[in-house]
Structures are given as C-alpha cells and as structure tokens.
C-alpha cells in the first residue's frame, strides 16, 4: 500500500491480502526490499518505473485517484502490469469543492470569517463583493468532473462554455477550440483536466492574461497545467483577478509568494477528500484488485 485508503478499506484489504504498506514508513525503500520478491500489487499508487524494477512480480497497480499521473504508466504497459483508477465515484466531491472555491473567491470567505473573529465587523461594514450569477465560466476539460461542475453552476445561473480536445455532441454550451479565446470571453476559468505531458503548463501565461484583470482562475485538476510563476506574477501585479487554488506545482510545497496574496484561495489537494469519495475509491481499489487475482475483467481499467 502506497497511500492511506480509507480505514475500513484497510481492514478489508488486509483481509483479503498479506499488505506491507510504505505509507509513513521510515525507509519506504527498506520495505519494498523486503517485500520486493513477494509484492504482486500495488494499492494506492504513485509507482515510479525504478519502483517497478525493484518488484519483479508485480502484476497490478491499482491507483487510488482517478489521475494515473504519478505513476509511470508507460513503464507498466511495457511490463505488461495492469494500471485501474478510481473514476466516477469522485466526480461529485470535487465538483463540490471547486463550487466552494469559487463562492469562497467570490465571497472573500477566509477573509470574511477573520473579519469577524478579529472584531473588525463592529468597527465597519465590510466591503461589497460580487456574485457569481451572470457571469461567464470557462471550463477547461468538460469531462466526467467538469460536467458535474458545469450542472451545479448551471443552478447558479452562470453562462457555461467549454475548452478541449474537440467539440462534444449534444452538450448544451458553447465550445472553445481556443483556450485563450475561451478565457478572453470568461470571467471564470475552471481547470479540471487530468495532469500529465498533453496539458502542461496549458494554462499560459497568454491564457492568464487573456483572462485578465477581473478574471478569477480555479484548479482542482493539477499543478502541472498551470504556469504557476507566471500566475503569481499576474495576481501581484493585477493582471489577473484571483485565484482558487487546491493544486500546486510542487505539492504540499505552496509559494510563500502565493501566499502573501489576499486575491487567492487555498486549500490542500483536498477534492476527493470527503469520507464518502474515499470509501468508494478505497472499494473501487479493492474491486480492482479481487476481479485481478479471481482473473475476472478489471472493473476500471486505464491500461
Ligand atoms: C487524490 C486525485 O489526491 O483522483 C485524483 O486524481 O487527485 C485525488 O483523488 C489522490 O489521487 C488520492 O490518493
């Protein structure tokens, strides 16, 4: 085990498997040495190909998370080790989060309740904030997530458009082929495409600029789409409105720079961190890893 899964997924999985787990261990290398003969799956993730090499009979990598960007997924393909995730079952926490990042950016929340806490709400009122409704949202990979973010901002009577590879049938918002078009046209961009090569840094500098000074940018996706140097430059000097942030390039690492803005909102990777995604995403694992060693078809299959 490679990452925490849920306590009950704990249990069941030592249950059903003799587990070492790396997660915590003073000498992660120390255990996959010992075990690196025997180890035949891999629970949770974020498996390098040098991680591979040390475990000869590993068979299964079974992620928990629907990104597969941690793990070297082309490295497995080549050693014939199956890879699964964990779609769907977290689409409707992250989606809830970057809803609550945006009213929080909106809303200057976190300043807000400190305003209150420090006793500054009886010295004044506090200033006039803007509304979500009407506004323009730019989604940036309208996928299993990006939909259900889409609907929930629909309910907020937000005009939704959409960036990605092509055009989606039957979706009812306009589609982008152009990223900076798209952003020139939105006062919100919301980022929720997977990580990796394809998307790096997708998010430019030009994209930042083009969302410009009243536009506000959101990543629940990964660090790694965002030009990270560049948008802490856009938010200090104006540029950019402001920014929502639970992703960063170098996690947990987060900018002192970053920090020092009043026009961002942080939280710490936390999308699919609710107890009702982690269990199911700890079952899904665990479903993952029974149909493999039963010889049944993966339930979730990435390669
Ligand atoms: C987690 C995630 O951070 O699903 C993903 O891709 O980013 C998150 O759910 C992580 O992968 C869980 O271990």
């Not at 009886?122 to 979500?132: C, D, I, V």
């Not at 949202?137 to 907020?156: D, M, N, P, S, T």
């Not at 082929?177 to 998307?199: F, H, Q």
């Not at 982690?278 to 694992?285: I, K, N, P, S």
């Amino acid at each position: 085990m490679t990452k925490p899964l849920a306590k009950s997924c704990i249990a069941e999985l030592e249950q059903l498997f003799d587990v070492r787990s790396i997660v915590n261990a003073a000498d992660p290398d120390q255990v996959m040495a010992e075990g690196g003969d025997t180890i035949r799956a891999i629970a949770g993730g974020k498996v390098s190909a040098a991680m591979m090499e040390k475990l000869p009979r590993l068979e299964i990598i079974a992620n928990e998370g629907v990104g597969v960007d941690t793990t070297d997924v082309p490295a497995a393909k080549a050693r014939g080790i199956a890879v699964t995730n964990t779609p769907d079952v977290l689409n409707i926490a992250v989606a809830e989060l970057a809803v609550g990042l945006m009213l929080a950016l909106a809303r200057t929340l976190p300043e807000a309740d400190r305003y209150v806490r420090d006793g500054e709400w009886a010295k004044g009122l506090f200033p006039l904030r803007s509304q979500l409704h009407g506004k323009t949202v730019g989604i940036l990979g309208l996928g299993r997530i990006g939909k259900e973010i889409a609907g929930r901002l629909e309910g907020f009577g937000m005009n939704i458009v959409y960036f990605g590879r092509q055009e989606q049938p039957g979706q009812p918002y306009r589609y982008f082929g152009d990223l900076v078009e798209m952003a020139k046209a939105s006062d919100w961009l919301v980022v929720i495409a997977p990580g990796g090569k394809a998307t790096e840094r997708i998010v430019s500098q030009a994209v930042i600029e083009a969302l410009g000074p009243k536009g506000r940018l959101v990543n629940v996706a990964r660090g790694s789409l965002v030009d990270q140097e560049a948008l802490i430059e856009a938010l200090a000097s104006g540029q950019l409105g402001g920014a929502a942030l639970d992703v960063f390039e170098q996690e947990p690492g987060v900018p002192p720079a970053l920090l020092a803005l009043s026009n961002v909102v942080v939280s710490p990777h936390m999308g699919s961190r609710t107890e009702e995604a982690r269990e199911a995403m700890g079952r899904l694992v665990i479903d993952n890893l029974v149909a493999h060693f039963e010889g049944r078809p993966l339930p979730s299959r990435v390669a």
